[in-house]
């Protein structure tokens, strides 16, 4: 009998493709991609009907990769995609992979109004403080004062926090997780695919080629770990103080909220406007009928 993983491998992967992948020895997308695999299995949701969906970036190889339905989009706009998708066939699993210069820079705007209009999607955007494909410019997460390409002498802005982003513009379920900590990640995943309405998990992920070198931060098993050093779950922070919390990320589930679906909304929508339709040309064709009399 084949063992969890090597079913997953089989079954999920599209080993004609572009093998092996293009991102760098020790990259979080990865593990990323594994915690997505192995939620799609355990919630035993048919390949056919589960949509992969990316945008522009290191993340974006992702759809290449795996063998669902997928699509690989222009930067920014994934989420657009996605919702077209989405209004046109509402039935199926719609997941779309983002980094966070991608979600957040030039797609910041698509972001906020899905979390608002709290379609039917999953967002999972994986942030590794940077824009790790082109060049290592900084990006809507980088830290204040990290060195990039794109501010040698040190970052002058402060940084977005997507998940707390995500609460604020409307999004029924957000999560964070990080690449350390992939068995939660899993998990998170798994519960954001099964709630009904916009679900965003943001993973804290390493780029240690553009970000980390030029932080000195260390490789890929530092960076790594320094996530678990410095995530906290949400309930436990809970109890911390401001101080005890400095320089610490929260990780675990940030909102939990059912409200309506735009998505079955826009379905009734339509379902009213036809129904008004038919009635305004029964009427026109009465009238007609009364004018001939």
Known sequence: MLERAEIIRQEYLRHDKKFPHVWCPGCG?????????????????????????????????????????????????????????????????????????DSTAIGGNHFIHAARRNLDLTAIIINNSTYGMTGG??????????????????????AFCIAELAVTAGASFVARGTVYHATHLEE????????????????????????????????????????????????????????????????GVLADVDKPISTEQYKRVVAEARKNAVKNADEKEKTKVKRYE
């Open 29 to 101: 997308n990865g593990i990323v991609m594994g915690a997505l695999l192995r939620a799609v299995h355990t919630l035993e949701l048919s390949k056919d009907e589960v949509v992969l969906a990316s945008g522009i970036g290191c993340s974006g190889r992702m759809p290449t990769y795996v063998d669902f339905n997928t699509i690989h989009t222009t930067h920014g706009r994934a989420l657009t995609f996605s919702t077209g998708i989405k209004l046109a066939k509402p039935e199926l699993t719609v997941i779309t992979v983002m980094g966070d210069g």
């Open 137 to 158: 410019q900084y990006s809507p997460t980088t830290p204040y004062g990290s060195i990039s390409t794109t501010s040698v002498y040190g970052h002058v802005e402060h």
């Open 188 to 251: 998170i995943i798994q519960q954001a695919i099964k709630k009904k309405g916009f679900s965003v998990v943001e993973v804290i992920s390493n780029c240690h080629v553009q970000h980390g070198r030029r932080n000195k931060l260390g490789g890929a098993v530092a960076m790594i770990n320094s996530f678990k050093e410095n995530a906290v779950r949400v309930n436990k922070a809970e109890k911390m103080s401001a101080e005890e919390l400095e320089g610490k990320f929260t990780i």
